[in-house]
């Protein structure tokens, strides 16, 4: 049988020290952030009357003779008090194009009037009223075009779900009539 071990493991105890060490320095910096927050002055009227009073001080800290540097605004107010100079007019400012006003670009339509309107709305071609007579060809134009495409992406697909997947995009396609007259539509 092995020898019995008596006392403690030094590493273990060395690591222990220095774990209880540095936890016992973030606690203390920790507390000494949550006393520093609590004397912060968080005010906004107080700390305007404070920097009023460090603004003052600084003025009068740096006095040349009997005058006072006031701070720099206050150099500019009195300096056009001084010269007399005024604000220039409305006369003399250059104008500034209007921008109320709209120039229609080429091409587009204007219209004040709800007739106008009507009229530039309305199409000038007649919308085909029919589209689904014409929706079997067009299938049919579309299926011999894409299916072999959809083959390709989808080769373990089997015919009646490639054919699914095509009616999906068929009834979003550009090429399907009934779209056609809502892309004819909201295009203008």
């Known amino acids: 049988m092995p ?3 008596q006392g403690e493991n030094s590493k273990s105890a060395t690591a222990r020290a220095r774990k209880a060490e540095a936890k016992a320095v973030a606690d203390a910096r920790k507390q000494k952030e949550l006393e520093d927050a609590l004397w912060q002055e968080t005010d906004k009227h107080v700390m305007k009357k404070e920097q009023r009073r460090v603004g003052l001080i600084t003025c009068k800290l740096t006095c040349t ?3 006072l540097i006031y701070p720099l605004h206050l ?3 009195s ?3 001084r010269l007399g100079e005024d604000r220039k007019s409305h006369l003399e400012m250059p104008l500034e194009e209007n921008i109320n ?3 229609p670009e080429e091409g587009t339509m ?3 009037t709800i007739e106008d309107a009507i009229a530039v709305l309305s199409t000038k071609e007649d919308l085909d009223r029919h589209p ?5 060809a067009a299938y049919a134009a579309f299926e011999e075009a894409n299916m072999a495409r959809l083959k390709m992406e ?3 697909m089997r015919l009646s779900q490639l054919k699914q997947q095509l009616k999906k995009e068929w009834t979003k396609s550009p090429e399907n009539p009934l779209n056609q007259r809502v892309a004819a539509y909201n295009s203008k």
């Open 65 to 67: 003779g009997n005058t």
């Open 101 to 103: 006003q709209i120039v």
């Open 132 to 136: 689904e007579r014409r929706m079997k």
């Open 110 to 112: 204007e219209a004040r």
């Open 75 to 77: 150099l500019k107010i």
């Open 3 to 5: 020898k019995k071990f």
């Open 154 to 156: 989808n080769p373990n």
């Open 79 to 81: 300096h056009r008090l």
